[in-house]
T-cell receptor
Framework: AQKVTQAQTEISVVEKEDVTLDCVYETRDTTYYLFWYKQPPSGELVFLIRRNSFDEQNEISGRYSWNFQKSTSSFNFTITASQVVDSAVYFCALSGSYNQGGKLIFGQGTELSVKP | EAQVTQNPRYLITVTGKKLTVTCSQNMNHEYMSWYRQDPGLGLRQIYYSMNVEVTDKGDVPEGYKVSRKEKRNFPLILESPSPNQTSLYFC?????????????FGPGTRLLVL
């Protein structure tokens, strides 16, 4: 079975703090793909990043960085110097090679609140 | 601008009154999918389509129908809506079916069934 766990339901930080959102996944597939999506208060789902299981190189995009560790089945997301506009619900998602229907398996989401 | 559009964005209806939520993408994507998002249950796939005239059930297809007559459109049909279909609905599309293709989501449709 495939599963994504985001243990942190809510996180609250003060602006300019760094924050890490945790994501742990389970899959039997040898090839799989991991994603992060952002859902701001307006409700849409915004794609942030995709990572392939065979590429463990970490990635940085501006204030965002992602740490993928196959050994611990984790794909954590760090926001450096957080801003109020980062306030949103963040979803980690998994899709396996043989996943029926190409569906994404989502975690329950982490609600991030950045206070000024 | 490359995008997935959904209409309507908000809808209040009554039990049993047929409705259609439209979804359209302008990226020439082959794969399209519908999800619903509910508190405590997260996001779940309703139906998907790998190409024109090819559709299949996802995890929660009961009470829904879809069609894919054109590549760009993938409407979600509720023949006889019930209150348990009150939800936030998302349409998504990607270049192809398969895990490695990133799915891009529409803005969502908030449906309330009274």
């Amino acid at each position: 079975a495939q599963k994504v766990t985001q243990a942190q339901t809510e996180i609250s930080v003060v602006e300019k703090e760094d924050v890490t959102l945790d994501c742990v996944y389970e899959t039997r597939d040898t090839t799989y793909y991991l994603f992060w999506y952002k859902q701001p208060p307006s409700g849409e789902l915004v794609f942030l990043i995709r990572r392939n299981s065979f590429d463990e190189q970490n990635e940085i995009s501006g204030r965002y960085s992602w740490n993928f560790q196959k050994s611990t089945s984790s794909f954590n997301f760090t926001i450096t110097a957080s801003q109020v506009v980062d306030s949103a619900v963040y979803f980690c998602a998994l899709s396996g090679s043989y996943n029926q229907g190409g569906k994404l398996i989502f975690g329950q989401g982490t609600e991030l609140s950045v206070k000024p | 601008e490359a995008q997935v559009t959904q209409n309507p964005r908000y809808l209040i209806t009554v039990t049993g009154k047929k409705l259609t939520v439209t979804c359209s993408q302008n990226m020439n994507h082959e794969y399209m999918s519908w999800y619903r998002q509910d508190p405590g249950l997260g996001l779940r796939q309703i139906y998907y389509s790998m190409n024109v005239e090819v559709t299949d059930k996802g995890d929660v297809p009961e009470g829904y129908k879809v069609s894919r007559k054109e590549k760009r459109n993938f409407p979600l049909i509720l023949e006889s809506p019930s209150p348990n279909q009150t939800s936030l609905y998302f349409c998504a599309s990607s270049l192809q079916q398969g895990a490695k293709k990133t799915q891009y989501f529409g803005p969502g449709t908030r449906l309330l069934v009274l």
